[in-house]
């Protein structure tokens, strides 16, 4: 079946260093999204990719979507305190469909 | 706005009861979907709709029902709970013409035994 898998699935970093997650789809994705989640919390929608090879940017975040769109990474640069949670990423496979399939997420910890 | 609210927040049950999880939003979203969560396994998908009177089924529905009489309400109905429904439950929302950003509830945590 259609499958989502994120790397790696847990990361410590000492505060101030730089932490990449990666997303890699079994098949080509419509579009993809980021979502963080706290601790006890629910998922937090960050940004949404939709065309091959785009690179979004939100202040220390950086988004990319490969150009075969089947893949897609996160990376936070100068990680804080509060960058803390399970970053996820979720696709939609097909066009026209709203079957999103989440990745299997990555949980930072950051150590102070 | 209240956004996506779901009751109850907590809920034990016994192996072979059935309930109902409420699900509503206020955003006026045409989209509304079910997930469970357990550990190292991500979000997955179990029933979703595009609008009343419309659902499909997700990548797990067995053992769950859904309908959606209106737009605000998307209930989760467990027929006969098994301790593998063991689970955190979220219930998310979306726009269907825009950008898809998912809105999620605060999740309803769920222990059968």
């Known amino acids: 079946g259609q499958q989502v898998m994120q790397i790696p699935q847990y990361q410590h970093v000492q505060e101030g260093e730089d932490f990449t997650t990666y997303c890699n789809s079994s098949?080509?994705?419509?579009?993809i999204q980021w979502y963080k989640q706290r601790p006890g919390g629910h998922p937090v929608f960050l940004i949404q990719?939709?065309?091959?090879?785009e690179v979004k940017k939100q202040k220390r975040l950086t988004f990319q979507f490969g150009e075969a769109k089947k893949n897609s990474s996160l990376h936070i640069t100068a990680t804080q305190t509060t960058d803390v949670g399970t970053y996820f990423c979720a696709g939609v496979t097909t066009s026209g469909t709203y079957k999103y399939i989440f990745g299997t997420g990555t949980r930072l910890k950051v150590l102070a | 706005n209240a956004g996506v609210t779901q009751t109850p927040k907590f809920q034990v049950l016994k192996t072979g009861q059935s309930m109902t999880l409420q699900c509503a939003q206020d955003m006026n979203h045409e989209y509304m979907s079910w997930y469970r969560q357990d550990p190292g396994m991500g979000l997955r998908l179990i029933h979703y709709s595009v609008g009343a009177g419309i659902t499909d089924q997700g990548e797990v529905p067995n053992g769950y029902n859904v309908s959606r009489s209106t737009t605000e309400d998307f209930p989760l109905r467990l027929l006969s709970a098994a301790p593998s429904q063991t689970s955190v439950y979220f219930c998310a929302s979306s726009y269907v013409r825009h950008a898809y950003e998912q809105y999620f509830g605060p999740g309803t945590r769920l222990t059968v035994t």
């Open positions: 990719l939709v065309k091959s090879g």
């Open positions: 098949t080509t994705l419509s579009n």
